[in-house]
């Protein structure tokens, strides 16, 4: 499933942008260190890393991906002295400067980020599993090549796709049991305990189901919601059988967070979004066995 914000980036590629996929070609690490060189030549004290198919050594677009990682409220005093190597910067969001140019026969992306940025620590983290799991590594090249000659924006997708499934992978395996917009009974016939509960139903905002490997306070799965953004947090409800139940939300949207609490608002106990890596630390009191 691809996020919110992937498939606004998807909508930006034009339709005829056709993908050309070329053999690994040694000379673009020659021309990356050049650049990361240009950096630390006015930036030493700040991360550098090159991510992307060149780093990795396998078939690509050609073009080189570098991060430059430094806290937000410093990009200001960073960005004047990186403009002096790399030019004016060709796009400035909130939490990130990016540069784009080409060199030696290259296309250069450059980009200064916050280290707590999601996108680029989700990015980091897929091509550290690359790195180190040949046959996932292999996997990604024949997928990359596969896509010789077509479409860049099919490309890009299968890339996201990719991408999310590794991340997701390497965290935990979710079973979707409720799709989104399906609707949920808690009525159960002639069962007095549930006669009074405030919701006799719902209907799910967002995919719905379970973490595998992970156990709530009624002895049962794990509960999760999972959406279409880059939020995480966690519900606690109250049940008629159970005090408290916990439901893990998993990747929504504002929107999709603020609807999910709307919808089970007359049972919530307890709500809170997550800060950067809280997630799989609070995930570690729900594994099975603990």
Known sequence: MLTEKQIAYLATIPEDRIAIIKPFNPKGLFVTQEIISQIKSVAPNLEVKSLGSLALGIAGAEDIDISIFCEKEKHAEHISNLEKVLGKYDRLVEDSAKWDFEKDGFHVDVILVDHNNKFSKRVDKVFGELRNNPELLKE????????????YREYQT?????FNKVFGAKEFKI?????????????IENDPVWKDYPLSG????????????????????????????????YIKVWRCDVPIETKIVINVTQ??????????????????????????SFLTGYRNGK
């Open 158 to 162: 299968a890339k996201f796709e990719f």
């Open 175 to 187: 079973i979707i049991e409720n799709l989104k917009g399906t609707y949920k009974s808690f009525e």
């Open 255 to 280: 929107e999709e967070w603020e609807q999910i609490i709307k919808t089970f608002n007359p049972v919530i106990k307890e709500k809170a979004l997550f800060n950067n890596n809280e997630l799989e």
């Open 202 to 233: 719902v209907t799910y905002p967002v995919d719905y189901g379970y973490i595998e490997g992970y156990q709530s306070e009624d002895g049962q799965d794990l509960d999760v919601f999972q959406g279409s953004g880059d939020l995480n947090g």
């Open 140 to 151: 990604y090249e024949k997928m990359k090549l596969s896509f010789n000659g077509k479409s």
